[in-house]
């Protein structure tokens, strides 16, 4: 791998099978959790060769200074198509090897190995909001966590709609039976979500251990329609928290996902009815999900610990990328896109049909809006809008009413979301 800087004579690698556990301190040091242990079993379902690398001390060559995982995943773009993704994850620089262009080599190594496989984007959870924006990645979506007091919200609405089906309990066995199919079902209706890899159904359900994931077996509820068919799951755990012989529980959702809003009513109805619980805590939430407006007063649905960015996106071969999602109307916008890797770098013609389907190509058109590839990312799945940005300095119009034109394309419904942490 190529070398640049302070940092050149620390070998940087792909690790082998062997070289995992070295390979996990190094992770543990990084993330400032030193006594987090091995991932055994775990970590070797997540092994692939040639895609964690390592860097390693050249006066100490058995020591792991810094990691870096990234494997393939399929990511939903508006319209219900999905995109191969390179997903990046388990970034660390041990703190006495930072600033020496250490994540510089590794990012930009994965980043030619993804384009080369057929990437056309790359995505990150970001732990600072600084670090990635310089490899071309921006924000395309949010996370948007509750703690809603039950008491004072008075739970659901009571016009809500209630028809067929029926929640009932499911046991962990159960629920890795029918929860990936149900999954990938689900996925597919929403712009934002990955797959979920067999071994984290294992770990959720505690039949694998993992590290750093203190697990305690949830309650797990399945509505089922009328016709018997899986379309909604929500896992949920309680807490035992008495005052002075009065019940103040907290009731924290880690998991809820419907395919439909009479799936999700269902089980928010459950959720909201569990005895002794004073406070419901969601932990991961789409930006627009309707659940503070189901609320007889919304005002009692504050934000969580959990609010932010959430999936951080890098276009790494535009024409694949944009070809894929659908648009909101027809038109036609010349983006002048900067890219200092370079995989993005160009002047871009996006061109819409009436049926919502769209192109990329290079042009020598006059551009209309220019941008560095991490907006171009921000944007891309409508999550985003370019006239805020433009607001904000980020995008720049060269053509009046460019940036309305680009709201108008991108736009979504609803703003992408991902429950799945990778």
Same mark, same amino acid.
């Given at each position: 791998?190529?070398?640049?800087?302070?940092g050149d004579?620390?070998?940087? %690698?792909y690790?082998t099978?062997? #070289?995992?556990?070295? &390979?996990?301190?190094?992770?543990?040091r990084?993330?400032?959790?030193p006594?987090?242990?091995e991932?055994?079993?775990?970590?070797?379902?997540?092994?692939e060769?040639n895609?964690?690398?390592?860097?390693?001390?050249?006066?100490?060559?058995?020591r792991c200074v810094?990691t870096?995982r990234?494997?393939?995943?399929?990511?939903?773009v508006?319209?219900g198509?999905?995109?191969r993704?390179?997903a990046?994850?388990a970034?660390?620089?041990?703190?006495?090897?930072?600033?020496r262009?250490?994540l510089?080599?590794?990012?930009?190594?994965d980043?030619?190995d *993804?384009r080369?496989?057929?990437?056309?984007?790359?995505? @990150?959870l970001?732990? #600072?909001?600084?670090?990635?924006?310089?490899?071309?990645?921006?924000?395309?979506? %949010?996370?948007?966590?509750?703690?809603i007091?039950?008491?004072g919200s008075?739970?659901?609405r009571?016009?809500?709609?209630?028809?067929?089906?029926?929640?009932?309990? $499911?046991?962990m066995?159960?629920?890795?039976?029918?929860g990936?199919?149900?999954?990938?079902?689900w996925? @597919?209706t929403?712009?934002?979500?990955?797959?979920?890899?067999?071994?984290? !159904?294992?770990?959720?359900?505690?039949?694998?251990? $993992?590290?750093?994931?203190? !697990?305690?077996?949830?309650?797990?509820a399945?509505?089922?329609d009328g016709?018997?068919?899986v379309t909604?799951?929500a896992?949920? %755990?309680?807490?035992?928290n008495?005052?002075?012989?009065?019940p103040?529980?907290t009731?924290?959702?880690?998991?809820?996902?419907?395919l439909d809003? /009479?799936a999700?009513?269902?089980l &928010? %109805?459950?959720?909201?009815?569990?005895? !002794?619980?004073r406070?419901?805590?969601?932990?991961?939430?789409?930006?627009d999900?309707?659940?503070? =407006?189901w =609320?007889k007063?919304?005002?009692?649905a504050?934000?969580g610990?959990?609010?932010?960015d959430a999936t &951080?996106?890098?276009?790494?071969?535009?024409?694949?990328?944009?070809g894929?999602? /659908?648009?909101?109307?027809?038109?036609?916008?010349?983006? #002048?896109?900067t890219d200092?890797?370079?995989?993005?770098?160009?002047? !871009?013609?996006? /061109?819409?049909?009436?049926?919502g389907?769209?192109?990329?190509?290079?042009?020598?058109?006059p551009?209309?809006? *220019?941008?560095?590839?991490?907006?171009?990312?921000?944007?891309? =799945?409508?999550?985003?809008?370019?006239?805020?940005?433009a607001l904000?300095g @980020?995008?720049? #119009?060269l053509?009046?009413? *460019? *940036?309305?034109?680009?709201?108008?394309?991108?736009?979504?419904?609803?703003?992408? &979301?991902?429950?799945e942490?990778?």
């Amino acid at each position: 791998m190529g070398n640049d800087g302070p940092g050149d004579q620390v070998e940087i %690698r792909y690790i082998t099978e062997d #070289e995992l556990p070295a &390979w996990e301190r190094a992770l543990a040091r990084g993330f400032l959790r030193p006594h987090l242990g091995e991932g055994g079993e775990f970590r070797r379902l997540q092994f692939e060769p040639n895609r964690l690398q390592g860097a390693f001390d050249p006066f100490d060559p058995d020591r792991c200074v810094a990691t870096f995982r990234s494997f393939d995943t399929e990511l939903t773009v508006p319209g219900g198509a999905t995109v191969r993704a390179d997903a990046v994850s388990a970034v660390t620089v041990t703190s006495t090897h930072t600033r020496r262009g250490l994540l510089s080599r590794m990012m930009a190594a994965d980043l030619a190995d *993804a384009r080369a496989r057929g990437c056309a984007v790359a995505i @990150l959870l970001a732990a #600072e909001y600084a670090i990635y924006g310089r490899f071309g990645f921006g924000p395309a979506s %949010r996370i948007e966590g509750l703690r809603i007091d039950t008491s004072g919200s008075g739970g659901l609405r009571d016009d809500l709609p209630v028809t067929a089906g029926r929640v009932d309990f $499911a046991s962990m066995e159960e629920l890795r039976k029918i929860g990936p199919e149900f999954y990938d079902r689900w996925r @597919l209706t929403q712009p934002g979500a990955i797959e979920r890899k067999p071994y984290r !159904w294992k770990m959720y359900t505690g039949e694998l251990p $993992a590290p750093g994931f203190d !697990w305690k077996e949830p309650f797990a509820a399945v509505h089922r329609d009328g016709n018997g068919a899986v379309t909604g799951i929500a896992t949920y %755990r309680v807490d035992d928290n008495w005052d002075g012989g009065l019940p103040k529980c907290t009731l924290t959702v880690d998991d809820f996902i419907a395919l439909d809003t /009479t799936a999700a009513l269902a089980l &928010w %109805r459950l959720v909201f009815s569990v005895d !002794w619980v004073r406070t419901v805590v969601v932990e991961n939430l789409g930006a627009d999900d309707p659940l503070p =407006l189901w =609320l007889k007063d919304p005002r009692h649905a504050l934000p969580g610990e959990e609010y932010g960015d959430a999936t &951080w996106l890098r276009v790494l071969d535009v024409p694949a990328a944009f070809g894929a999602r /659908t648009y909101a109307a027809p038109g036609r916008l010349v983006l #002048e896109v900067t890219d200092r890797q370079g995989y993005a770098e160009g002047r !871009w013609a996006l /061109t819409v049909a009436e049926d919502g389907t769209g192109r990329v190509e290079l042009t020598d058109e006059p551009a209309e809006l *220019a941008l560095d590839v991490a907006e171009l990312g921000a944007l891309y =799945l409508g999550s985003e809008s370019a006239s805020r940005r433009a607001l904000a300095g @980020l995008v720049t #119009e060269l053509r009046p009413g *460019a *940036a309305a034109k680009a709201d108008l394309l991108l736009r979504t419904p609803l703003r992408a &979301w991902n429950p799945e942490p990778f």
